[in-house]
């Protein structure tokens, strides 16, 4: 096999293989593991079955298997949120994890 077959085999392989190992990326934020950066935060001011709209007019949409931290903890008008997910259209996200945080002051 001759240098230049070998560079472009390693260099197919890496671009094989480096997607994946980012796709698989874990970020800690809040003291929890996610899979995604986050995407926003604020306080829910509305709950309407599937979607928690925050303060700032931004819609969140809540999917089978969206992950709520702390555990069993519900979600409530007035609390402090982050979010984590996928955008979901305009000023909407898809969240797939969602992080209850203790109310900070002014938000």
């Known amino acids: 096999m001759s240098i230049r077959n070998l560079v472009a085999s390693l260099g197919l392989c890496a671009a094989v293989i480096l997607p994946s190992l980012a ?9 929890y593991r996610h899979r995604f950066r986050e995407r926003t935060r ?3 001011v509305n709950i309407d079955k599937t979607t928690l709209t ?6 969140i ?3 089978r ?10 979600l409530r008008v007035g ?7 996928p955008p979901g259209g305009p000023d ?7 992080d209850i945080l203790p109310r900070r002051g002014g938000m």
């Open 61 to 63: 949409f809540l999917l």
């Open 79 to 85: 609390q402090y949120v982050v979010v984590f997910g």
């Open 54 to 59: 925050l303060r700032r007019g931004i819609h």
């Open 23 to 31: 796709s698989a990326q874990t970020y800690m934020e809040n003291g």
């Open 92 to 98: 909407s996200i898809n969240a797939r994890e969602i």
């Open 42 to 44: 604020g306080v829910i």
């Open 65 to 74: 298997g969206t992950v709520i931290n702390p555990t069993g903890r519900p």
